[in-house]
């Protein structure tokens, strides 16, 4: 997670607000304060988690039960830790042929 830390290190210095995209809630729940939780078609937003893991954050808390308590709904629905991609939904919209 080598540009994880590169904008954790940016973050620490300047104190700015950063927004990133991920497809892996594991990383998202590492690096942010909140995560919003976007759904495949249509991309919505269909959750908000505020993350209060205390930093600065180690890949040592990534073991512990306290660091994947924020996302467990999102995980178990997804052992993988990633948000499904669009282009995997199992129900896609009717081509316009």
Same mark, same amino acid.
């Given at each position: 997670?080598?540009?994880?830390? $590169? #904008?954790? @290190? ?14 892996? #809630?594991? $990383? ?7 995560? #919003? ?6 991309? @919505? ?8 893991? =205390?930093? =600065? @954050? ?16 999102? #995980? ?13 939904? =199992?129900?896609?919209? =009717?081509?316009?042929?």
């Amino acid at each position: 997670m080598t540009m994880g830390h $590169e #904008l954790l @290190r940016i973050w620490s210095q300047t104190g700015k607000t950063v927004v990133f995209v991920t497809h892996s #809630l594991t $990383e998202a729940v590492y690096l942010a304060d909140e995560v #919003l939780v976007m759904s495949a078609r249509p991309g @919505r937003i269909i959750d908000r988690i505020d993350i209060t893991l =205390p930093r =600065p @954050r180690t890949y040592e808390m990534m073991a512990t039960d306290v660091f994947g308590a924020p996302a467990r709904p999102h #995980l178990a629905a997804d052992p993988q830790g990633d948000v499904r991609h669009p282009c995997d939904d =199992p129900h896609p919209p =009717p081509s316009a042929a």
